[in-house]
Nanobody, 124 residues
Framework: VQLQASGGGLVQPGGSLNLSCVVRGFTIDHWAVAWFRQAPGKEREGVSCISSGTRDTIYADTVKGRFLTSRDNRKNTAYLLMNNLRSEDTAVYYC??????????????????RGQGTQVTVSS
């Protein structure tokens, strides 16, 4: 199973980025997909999660109202649209999924499958 995140880069404060996560070797149709981030010297932080079916979403308080997660099951891909970026959003972002749950019960649970991530740097 491979999860390939892309779309990161350098952006100024207030800017936007749209991350993609293409999943290969595992069909995400019926399963929740989450985004995490980790900055140097900091703990991993659950950023968002989107459930299957109803596509209910949950977000960390630090990104609520600025980030939007979505999915396209036909492409086996999840997305994270990040708006109004701040310097504290700088981190490696990666996606994760598994067949444990269709719903997003909690943000920071462990997932069986995760990708290597894409670097997001917010700086002027």
């Amino acid at each position: 199973v491979q999860l390939q995140a892309s779309g990161g880069g350098l952006v100024q404060p207030g800017g936007s980025l749209n991350l993609s996560c293409v999943v290969r070797g595992f069909t995400i149709d019926h399963w929740a997909v989450a985004w995490f981030r980790q900055a140097p010297g900091k703990e991993r932080e659950g950023v968002s999660c989107i459930s299957s079916g109803t596509r209910d979403t949950i977000y960390a308080d630090t990104v609520k109202g600025r980030f939007l997660t979505s999915r396209d099951n036909r492409k086996n891909t999840a997305y994270l649209l990040m708006n109004n970026l701040r310097s504290e959003d700088t981190a490696v972002y990666y996606c994760a999924t598994d067949s444990r749950s269709r719903r997003c019960d909690e943000l920071n649970r462990e997932y069986r499958y995760r990708g290597q991530g894409t670097q997001v740097t917010v700086s002027s």
